[in-house]
């Protein structure tokens, strides 16, 4: 490795691709982009399943793709490699193809990325970072290229300290940044389905009744059982109801708890299925563990601000304080 790339260099390789790909027979290539997605990851990341990942995420969120793989070491060094992705759409003879770049960087090397990043980024289309790291994201040199983006995406889930990455994603949020934690993504169907259950009249007459808020959780669950408690407590403010939630730790799994009286609501995971109870009555959905890319497809589909998960993410990060 050098000790850093010339971004004119990976542009006019970017542009040799495209004429060659053009020469190649004749229904023509498309060039698709609707973002610059910027990845940075651990060097010893399955880079395989990485780019899985971002190819299947391609036909539906095209974009010039940076995959920064980052080695753990001192010394001052990068490489690059660039190639497209391409797929026809059924029953087309035309390719539709993305841009994609891998970057190879040392810990040393990390300074020189927002000079590298900020040419090879697409003009006037959102930038999105996901750092797959959370030893990445503690790093000197995250804020300065976590500035490039429009919206940083990570996952306080893989954190060492979650407690610590929650107060992170809480204070940059407090400064404008725009961020999605995947740990809150993970409980989109969680939110939809307890919704549903309150879209009846007469369990949503009886949701002034709830006076406890208990949230269990296991091993890798904590925030989002901080999570799932704020947007609980939030829900019950709207309609005047000021709970302070009971949180603690079982063995496994994640589990929510609404109750008051003779009123008892309840929705826990069981395997990979979802299991809502309501005054002893029970029903379970199918809830396969997401991967990488159904949270990232969902989460690459909002750039603007999230009210709800703003709100949430404060009142989150005071109870991950409290549990400490």
């Known amino acids: ?58 036909p539906e969120h095209p974009a010039r793709s940076i995959l920064v793989r980052v080695r753990e070491d001192g010394a001052r060094a990068m490489s690059e490699r660039v190639y497209q992705q391409c797929w026809k759409p059924f029953g087309q003879r035309r390719q539709i193809c993305c841009e994609q770049i891998e970057l190879t960087a040392s810990d040393g090397a990390l300074g020189d990325l927002p000079s590298v990043i900020l040419p090879l980024a697409v003009p006037d289309l959102p930038v999105i970072l996901w750092c797959r790291s959370s030893r990445l994201q503690r790093h000197a040199e995250f804020g300065r ?57 007469e369990t949503l007459a009886r949701l002034p009744e709830v006076d406890l808020i208990h949230v269990s959780y296991g ?53 990979e299925r979802l299991i809502a109870e309501v005054n002893g009555e029970s029903n379970c959905t199918n809830l396969p563990h997401p991967t990488d890319y159904m949270l990232l497809r969902e989460e690459l589909g909002v750039v603007r601000r999230d009210e709800v998960f703003a709100r949430t993410l404060e009142s989150a990060a005071q109870l991950a304080l409290s549990s400490k």
């Not at 889930?157 to 809480?170: G, K, P, V």
């Not at 949020?173 to 259950?197: I, P, Q």
């Not at 059982?225 to 407590?233: F, M």
């Open 219 to 271: 091993p890798s669950f904590d925030t989002a059982a901080w999570y799932l408690a704020a947007w609980a407590c939030d829900a019950l403010e709207h309609v005047g109801q000021k709970v302070t939630p009971e949180i603690s730790r079982q063995e496994t799994s994640l589990r929510l708890e609404l109750s008051g009286g003779s009123f008892h609501v309840a929705l826990s995971r069981d395997e």
């Open 1 to 58: 490795m050098s000790a850093t790339v010339a971004p004119e260099a990976i542009l006019k390789e970017l542009a040799s691709l495209w004429t060659q790909e053009g020469k190649q027979g004749d229904a023509g290539v498309l060039r698709a982009c609707s973002m610059t997605l910027l990845v940075l990851a651990d060097f010893e990341e399955d880079p395989a399943g990485l780019a899985e990942t971002m190819a299947a995420l391609m």
């Open 145 to 201: 290229i976590a500035e490039l983006a429009t919206k940083v995406v990570v996952d306080s889930a893989l954190a060492e300290n979650t407690s610590e990455a929650l107060q992170w994603i809480s204070e940059a949020s407090g400064r404008g940044a725009l961020v999605a934690d995947l740990a809150w993504t993970r409980l989109t169907r969680w939110r939809e389905t307890l919704a549903r259950v309150f879209e009846n009249r």
